[in-house]
T-cell receptor, first 113, second 114 residues
Framework: DAKTTQPTSMDCAEGRAANLPCNHS???????VYWYRQIHSQGPQYIIH???NNETNEMASLIITEDRKSSTLILPHATLRDTAVYYCIVSEAGGTSYGKLTFGQGTILTVHP | DTGVSQDPRHKITKRGQNVTFRCDPISEHNRLYWYRQTLGQGPEFLTYFQNEAQLEKSRLLSDRFSAERPKGSFSTLEIQRTEQGDSAMYLC????????????FGNGTRLTVT
């Protein structure tokens, strides 16, 4: 799987949008971008994934650049409960390698009141 | 959907003892995964099952580790002759086998080997 690079930490004010960047310059054509987050003392939680089109769900939006070498996860109105470690992962969508996710160290997002 | 359940949540054991953890996946999911997470690091893949078949094991999974998933439902992870380096959070996840089915993780079993 391609490697990802994320900032170690970020801060965001409550109610503002949180924009979390991720670089994945070696992504291959059949690899998707997945985002998970992990709140303290819990298991990782799936947020969103995409191939090349921008995606939105009830939790977040995912913006992928046209060359697919980077992406941004957007939490539109961050709350204190969004404080967590956010992982950007690149992986194939299916086959035998699917589910064998390679987690980096992620971005620690701290939302302040 | 009651989520992925893991038991126990915490386990303290002495070096050299055997321990066993249990994972109950989401009932409709046919894939089940085990990951390990040490302090300050992201989770690392250990092994996964499709139904009852164990399809892959990571090099991280030494001979002291064994996982089973009888009847393709719950799974157990056993560690024999525990070492202090085994201290970690052991996470279980499940998913459908279809493409892009997201993984649903449990809240893990935290193992401390003294």
């Amino acid at each position: 799987d391609a490697k990802t690079t994320q900032p170690t930490s970020m801060d965001c004010a409550e109610g503002r949008a949180a924009n979390l960047p991720c670089n994945h310059s070696t992504i291959s054509g059949n690899e998707y971008v997945y985002w998970y987050r992990q709140i303290h003392s819990q298991g990782p939680q799936y947020i969103i994934h995409g191939l090349k089109n921008n995606e939105t769900n009830e939790m977040a939006s995912l913006i992928i650049t046209e060359d697919r070498k980077s992406s941004t996860l957007i939490l539109p109105h961050a709350t204190l409960r969004d404080t967590a470690v956010y992982y950007c992962i690149v992986s194939e969508a299916g086959g035998t390698s699917y589910g064998k996710l390679t987690f980096g160290q992620g971005t620690i997002l701290t939302v302040h009141p | 959907d009651t989520g992925v359940s893991q038991d126990p949540r915490h386990k303290i054991t002495k070096r050299g003892q055997n321990v066993t953890f249990r994972c109950d996946p989401i009932s409709e999911h046919n894939r089940l995964y085990w990951y390990r997470q040490t302090l300050g690091q992201g989770p690392e893949f250990l092994t996964y099952f499709q139904n009852e078949a164990q399809l892959e094991k990571s090099r991280l999974l030494s001979d002291r580790f064994s996982a089973e998933r009888p009847k393709g439902s719950f799974s157990t992870l056993e560690i024999q002759r525990t070492e202090q380096g085994d201290s970690a959070m052991y996470l279980c996840a499940s998913s459908f086998s279809g493409a892009n089915s997201p993984l649903h993780f449990g809240n893990g079993t935290r193992l401390t080997v003294t």
